[in-house]
């Protein structure tokens, strides 16, 4: 059964900055494409962030500038940075790997960001 575990996640004041971690297990991560999506409550799960196997990153144009992806292949993990944060981001932050062969996506259990003074 494929895992993923989010962390990282917390309260934070606006302006500031957080990194979540997602870590992968019981899988060939260098096979996944991972993403970071996002839910704030009442609103529907947008996705923020994309890498693909080969580190090539995409962004919503609206998540553009202060987030970024990254992966680290040895040690099954993809990062979300996350910077200049706004009350507007928090949210649950959800990690998802993407089979490349089969298109098999699998979730995180999530992590709760909020963004508050």
């Known amino acids: 059964q494929v895992q993923l575990v989010e962390s990282g996640g917390g309260l934070v004041q606006p302006g500031g900055s957080l990194r979540l971690s997602c870590e992968a297990s019981r899988i060939i991560f260098s096979n996944f494409a991972m993403g970071w999506y996002r839910q704030a409550p009442g609103k529907q799960r947008e996705l923020v962030a994309r890498?693909?196997?080969?580190?090539?990153?995409t962004y919503p144009h609206s998540m553009k500038g202060r987030f970024t992806i990254s992966r680290d292949n040895a040690k099954n993990t993809t990062y979300l940075q996350m910077n200049s944060l706004k009350p507007e981001d928090t949210a649950v932050y959800y990690c998802?790997?993407?089979?490349?062969?089969?298109?098999?996506?699998?979730w995180g259990q999530g992590t709760q960001v909020t963004v508050s003074s």
């Open positions: 890498i693909t196997v080969r580190g090539i990153t």
């Open positions: 998802s790997a993407m089979n490349i062969y089969n298109l098999t996506e699998y």
